[in-house]
């Protein structure tokens, strides 16, 4: 049998990518740390953009720490503010872990709070070209309040290009 071995940091900084998505998906992202320490590889190499899990795996790759929900966040229609505009976002949402965000260091700001429970829902960071958010953008299942964060990412990506790195 074959074994498969997951890429590392070069081998996706080989390909030359515009940007690094970290998408969702499930489980502890404490115990995948061979994730978060590619990520953290790549901080600062190439623009990265996380959503659920992948928001948990920069938080752990900028040195933060995570924890399970007492209660997870699971659905539609959960309200997070985005602290950077003041607006509310209604959104669609399926993790029971979070990012402590008190657990990061100064060069991380949250962007998003979660209003039911009050957890961090984004982060940024304030030097590199990295941000996420907890819950799915992607869903949009009514409204389309968070389909700007794709936009943000393009933007990041088009003012941070591979050929200056």
Known sequence: MRRHRLP???DVLAARPDGVFLSNGPGDPAGAPYI???VRELLGKVPIFGICLGHQM????????TYKLKFGHRGAN?????????RIEITSQNHGFA?????LPDTV???HLNLNDRTSEGLAHTELPAFSVQYHPEASPGP???AYLF?????????????TR
């Open 144 to 146: 389309h309040d968070a």
């Open 8 to 10: 590392r940091a070069k």
């Open 78 to 86: 959960q309200p997070v503010l985005d602290l950077t505009t003041g």
């Open 36 to 38: 978060y320490e590619t």
């Open 58 to 65: 920069l938080g752990l790759a900028c040195g933060g720490t």
């Open 109 to 111: 700001v949250q962007t």
């Open 151 to 163: 936009a943000r990412f393009i933007k990041l990506m088009e003012e941070h290009p591979v050929s």
């Open 99 to 103: 990012v402590d965000i008190a657990s």
